[in-house]
């Protein structure tokens, strides 16, 4: 199985922020990343995915990037709305798995 | 749009089994494989298996091997997930997932995501 590693795990910013997540696969996954946002009480949504793909209906201010092992997710600036719970999931091969979760909360 | 409902809470009693069902609309039932993935309270997400709506063929992650049986009736375009053998471990929310692209599983093609999601069945195993 291709396990994932996020980091961190939480991470305090301030709305107009710049912030980054990364996540890194145990073995390579081409571009096979995507990514989900999720609040709670709610399901996750799919904000990104094949690394650097924005889903449609998607803000701007998401990109992803990265290849191989090492990916990334950057919110370039941080609105009320971005606090919530963010998972890499590598979709190159079953079973899919999840990183443990990035939360971002309001410093 | 595209959208899937899914049951109703549960509660259990260790040893029991749950069956939950998940209703897709908006598009063609049949074109796209569905998945299950569970969340345990103030934990990650766990996927739990995979169903070709089309053929009904099925997956499922070694964990749950044994004790997990995904179906679907393509005169409702519902999918149901049941788990037997219930231990308090279980206690988890249970999403259905769309594959966002078609992608051909069973010869190794990956998938590029999930979307959309449920909105969850929490399901409750307590004595």
């Known amino acids: 199985d291709i396990q994932m590693t996020q980091s961190p795990s939480s991470v305090s910013a301030s709305v107009g922020d710049r912030v980054t997540i990364t996540c890194r696969a145990s073995?390579?996954?081409?571009?096979?990343l995507a990514w989900y946002q999720q609040k709670p009480g709610k399901a996750p949504k799919l904000l990104i995915y094949a690394a650097s793909s924005l889903q449609s209906g998607v803000p701007s201010r998401f990109s992803g990037s990265g290849s191989g092992t090492d990916f990334t997710l950057t919110i370039s600036s941080l609105q009320p709305e971005d606090f919530a719970t963010y998972y890499c999931?590598?979709?190159?091969?079953?079973?899919?798995?999840f990183g443990q979760g990035t939360k971002l909360e309001i410093k | 749009q595209v959208q899937l409902v899914q049951s109703g809470a549960e509660v259990k009693k260790p040893g029991a089994s749950v069956k939950v069902s998940c209703k897709a609309s908006?598009?063609?039932?049949?074109?796209?494989?569905m998945h299950w993935v569970r969340q345990a309270p103030g934990q990650g997400l766990e996927w739990m298996g995979i169903i070709n709506p089309s053929g009904g063929s099925t997956s499922y992650a070694q964990k749950f091997q044994g004790r997990v049986t995904m179906t679907r009736d393509t005169s409702t375009s519902t999918v149901y997930m049941e788990l037997s053998s219930l231990r308090s471990e279980d206690t988890a929310v249970y999403y259905c997932a769309r594959d966002y692209r078609t992608h051909d599983f069973w010869s190794g093609s990956p998938t590029v995501g999930f979307d959309p999601w449920g909105q969850g069945t929490l399901v409750t195993v307590s004595s």
């Open positions: 999931q590598q979709a190159n091969s079953f079973p899919v798995h």
């Open positions: 908006g598009y063609t039932f049949t074109s796209y494989y």
């Open positions: 073995q390579g996954i081409s571009s096979w």
